[in-house]
Structure formats: C-alpha cells, structure tokens
C-alpha cells in the first residue's frame, strides 16, 4: 500500500478563495508556471465557461475543469518509486487498451498520480509516480540534471572502441548526445554495458547504440536520481522513504 505524505499547510487568503493557478497547481496536474499556460490556452474552465485568467478568484462552489475533467486540490501528496515491467505503457491511460503503469498500482491510491518522464515499452526499470507537480517538474526540465543509469544489452559484442566513441559523445542526427559514464559490466557478457546519462532526449540509449550497428535487445533502467531498485522485484513498488523524498527534493540527485 502507497504511503501518503500531508504537504506543509499554507497560509490562506483572507476571504478563503484561490487564484486560478495556484488551485491547478495544487490539483498536482502541473507547476503553478505551467498552470498559467495551460489557463491562457483555454484548457482551463470555471463553472463551465473558459477562463483565460491566471489571477481569477476560485471561490467555494466552484467547479473547476481541466481539459473536460473535474479537478480538485489534493491534500496528500504520493510519490511511488515502481520497476517496470516490459510491454507495460508508460502513460495515465492508452487508447488501445494496453496496460498501463497505473494499472500496476492499481486501486492502492486514490489520489490521481502520473508517471515523472516515461519509459517506453520495451523497456524496464525505475519509475516514478507521484501528484507533486512542483516535483514533476524538477525532476524533468533539462537544469536540473537527473542522471539516469541504465543496462544495456546488445545483440552483439559491444567494441571497446565503441565504447570510447559513446564515452566521447555521438553526434546523432539531433545533435551530440552527451554521456555522463559507459562501460562494459564487470563480470558480465561484453554484450553488455552500463551507461549514464542526463538527458532527456526521446529512445536516445537506444539511438546511441544503433548510430554504431548495434541493437538494444534489453535495457533496464537501475537508478534514476539517485534513487535504485533495490529489493523491488519487476512489477513492483513502492512509496518513498522520507529520507529519499527529502533527498530528492532538496539536492541535486545526479
């Protein structure tokens, strides 16, 4: 069962109402900066009319909407570390019916939660859930710097001097992809490497392998800000330890 943490209480305004991009902020969807976007894109309605206004009053009674969903301030935050199985979809919901990483924590939490980045299907390993936007955001924007460290898994011999080619940063078709650490593991097949990075580019593990003739046949992500799988079996999770959130929330986890 997912441990809930009861955020610090904040002060509140005089006349007990909220400006509109604190209220979706503390509905956990986002950061109150993204809420101001999401607001002035009309994807944010009052009592059923688009309100474009950042600063507006949500008084008691008000029903707010968020792309079509009511929405509601949260009073517990979540933070749910998971190792993800393969062929599970890294998403809240998918449009053809496969199982998603929420289906795995299942009814354990009632609060609504998402996935920190994503994983795609093929692969396994550390993921985050949890409905601190604030968090969320952090944890994702490309300062911040979130090493993520993965095993690789060829479909062949990996070349030293492949190694030291990844080592030096590929230049990809995107531009250069930048690695952090890359070496082969110890005591393992030299089919198979351990690699860090911190960015966030979309499938670029598997991009930097191919770009050199290989193919990723499995890949696992084994830490990711700090925090690491250990004693949590494929498929399963679990909440936060305070001294991870404080860890995590407070210092820079790379």
Known sequence: ??????????????????RLNKYIAHCGICSRRQANDHIVKGAV?????????????????????YNGEVVRPVSEMVYILLNKPKNIITTN????????????????????????GRLDRDTTGLLLLTNDGELAKKLSHPSFGVRKLYHVTCDKVIKDEDIHKIANGLKLED??????????????PLNEAQIEVHIGRNRIVRRIFAHLGYKVVKLDRIRYA?????????????????????????????
Not at 46 to 65: A, F, S, T
Not at 175 to 188: E, F, K, T
């Open 226 to 254: 700090g925090l690491t799988k250990k004693n949590l079996g494929r498929g399963r999770y679990r909440s936060l330890t305070s001294q991870e959130l404080l860890f995590i929330k407070h210092f820079n986890p790379g």
């Open 175 to 188: 531009g250069l992809a930048p690695v952090d650490n890359v070496s082969h593991v110890i005591d393992r």
């Open 93 to 116: 919901k998918d449009e053809k019916g496969r199982r998603t990483v929420l289906d795995i924590v299942g009814g354990s939490v009632k609060e609504r939660i998402y996935p920190v």
């Open 45 to 65: 309605t009052v009592n059923g009319k688009v309100n474009k206004e950042p600063g507006h009053r949500v008084q008691k009674g008000d029903v707010i909407q």
């Open 1 to 18: 069962m997912a441990k809930k943490v009861t955020p610090p209480t904040e002060k509140k305004d005089d006349d007990g109402s909220m």
